[in-house]
């Protein structure tokens, strides 16, 4: 006994690392188990240990009983069970049987007596892997259990594969789901804003067909100074059908980044003085008093500030009862300017703050003052890809009911001009109010 366990000792230090060992290193796999069953516990052990002595990395469990076995094969993972066929009550057929049912997957091995070939073949019939007969040929059984090792991964690594394959394409449809949802809303909210912009584009081309009617009717009639007024009102009307149409070419422009600034050095406050100029000649707001002030140079594309801040009054006119100050400030901090402008207005919740900068936004049921037009929901956008532009950035704050401040915040010195200006003081803080009513 102690030679042939030596013999065996022997062999399986000269045995080369099996492709199936090698495979479980290189997946850092657990370690292969196998069950054996006999209820001739002398047969069992040896058998188990001419397995463990000549397979190495190999877990081996034994079983005197296949209803014990059966138990085992419940808690553990098995990779192949070799049972003698021939035991008391269940024997290794019925054994072979409940497994095919219920573990197909897991290879069984029989061991039957000398001379019962035919039991043997039924067995294969039945789903056995294979079989070896009494008295065992150890390199044989051996050789055939190791293939049966070798298969059970090769199909553990192939359910692998394709569970995780599964997963991928479950995720990945999952993913074109999300897509396809989300391209459906994509496409709804464009239909939305292209039957907005096809509404707000045809109410002053309406306005502008009627009063043409009119005024050629009153031509026609000789009532030259009403044709006169209906004329100006159709300039009015064109005017605001151009604004839109120039909204919707700077929003294309800024998506396709073809925005691009002209920037020189720049009076801020002559900008200011300016705009409000033009804000207040349109008629509707009273004038202002010129403040004295010293310039505040940055350097920006004046036309596009300029811009950015008529949009910002514009909307403190539309969104204000009439009368109601606007209040437009100008200060100087030490790297950065502000340009604010305050209404008592309606005010935004902070629930449609949260989106006003969003392209054709616009805060539902927020209702215009009357005489004013209502916007395809750029401004707010368009004024902050200036502003970001210029390397500044937009801050409001706004109470239902009470009004809104938005500041336009640029940086005073852009990289070409700070070095010039490291060197020199810390210009002083300013700060210049103009304060603008809007007018019945
Ligand atoms: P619009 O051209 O429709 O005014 P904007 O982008 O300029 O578009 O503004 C987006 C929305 O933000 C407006 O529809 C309005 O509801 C809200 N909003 C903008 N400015 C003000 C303001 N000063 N007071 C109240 N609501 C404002």
Same mark, same amino acid.
């Given at each position: ?21 090698? #495979? ?6 657990? =370690? ?25 990395? =190999? $877990? ?21 069970? @070799?049972?003698?066929?021939? #035991?008391? !009550? ?14 197909? $997957?897991?290879?069984?091995?029989? =061991? ?15 789903? *056995?892997?294979?079989?070896? %007969? ?6 044989? /059984? ?14 553990? %690594? ?5 569970? &995780? ?30 039957? #907005?912009?096809?509404? $707000? ?13 009119? &005024? ?14 209906? @004329? ?47 804000? @207040? ?34 909307? *403190? ?12 400030? %100008? ?28 392209? /054709? ?15 395809? !929901? ?15 950035? #937009? ?13 336009? @915040? ?8 700070? *070095? &010039? ?20």
């Amino acid at each position: 006994m102690e030679q042939q366990y030596q013999e065996e000792k022997q062999i399986a230090r000269q045995r080369p690392t099996t492709p199936l060992v090698q #495979m479980e290193q290189s997946e850092k796999k657990r =370690i292969p188990r196998i069950l054996l069953v006999d209820d001739d516990s002398a047969a069992l052990s040896a058998l188990s240990r001419t397995f463990r002595l000549r397979m190495r990395d =190999i $877990e081996v469990d034994t079983s005197v009983s296949a209803i014990e076995a059966l138990s085992l094969l419940k808690v553990k993972e098995y990779d192949a069970v @070799i049972s003698d066929i021939k #035991m008391p !009550g269940m024997d290794g057929m019925q054994l072979l049987a409940k497994l095919h049912e219920n573990m197909p $997957e897991i290879p069984v091995l029989l =061991i039957t007596g000398h001379g019962e070939h035919e039991l043997a073949m039924q067995a294969l019939q039945e789903g *056995a892997y294979d079989y070896t %007969l009494k008295p065992i040929d150890r390199d044989f /059984f051996v050789a055939s259990v190791r293939r049966a090792l070798q298969t059970r991964q090769l199909l553990r %690594l192939v359910q692998e594969k394709q569970q &995780a394959l599964e997963q991928y394409a479950h995720s990945l449809e999952s993913q074109v789901e999300q897509r396809t949802r989300e391209l459906i809303s994509v496409n709804e909210a464009k239909d939305r804003m292209l039957s #907005m912009v096809a509404h $707000e584009l045809a109410t002053p081309l309406t306005s502008l067909k009627g009063l043409l009617q009119l &005024a050629h009717r009153r031509l026609n009639n000789g009532a030259i100074d009403k044709a006169i007024r209906d @004329i100006e009102t159709m300039e009015i009307s064109a005017n605001h059908l151009g604004v839109l149409i120039q909204d919707l070419r700077d929003a294309i422009h800024i998506q396709t980044s073809q925005f691009v600034l002209q920037r020189s050095p720049y009076d801020l406050v002559k900008l200011c003085q300016n705009v409000l100029d033009e804000f @207040i000649v349109d008629g509707i707001s009273t004038p202002c008093e010129s403040p004295q002030y010293e310039p505040l140079e940055v350097n920006i594309d004046s036309n596009r500030i300029r811009q950015a801040l008529l949009n910002l009054l514009t909307n *403190a006119r539309k969104y204000s009862p009439k009368g109601t100050p606007i209040t437009v400030t %100008l200060q100087r901090h030490a790297t950065e300017v502000s340009l604010s402008v305050s209404d008592r207005g309606s005010g935004i919740s902070v629930e449609h703050l949260a989106h006003i900068y969003e392209q /054709f936004y616009r805060v539902p049921h927020s209702n215009v003052q009357e005489g004013e037009f209502t916007g395809l !929901g750029l401004g707010l956008y368009i004024t902050r890809a200036i502003v970001e532009q210029h390397g500044g950035h #937009m801050e409001v704050q706004s109470r239902p009911g009470e009004g809104s401040t938005f500041s336009i @915040i640029l940086p005073i010195f852009t990289d070409d001009t700070k *070095a &010039a200006h490291e060197s020199t003081a810390e210009a002083a803080p300013l700060r210049i109010t103009w304060v603008v009513r809007v007018m019945i």
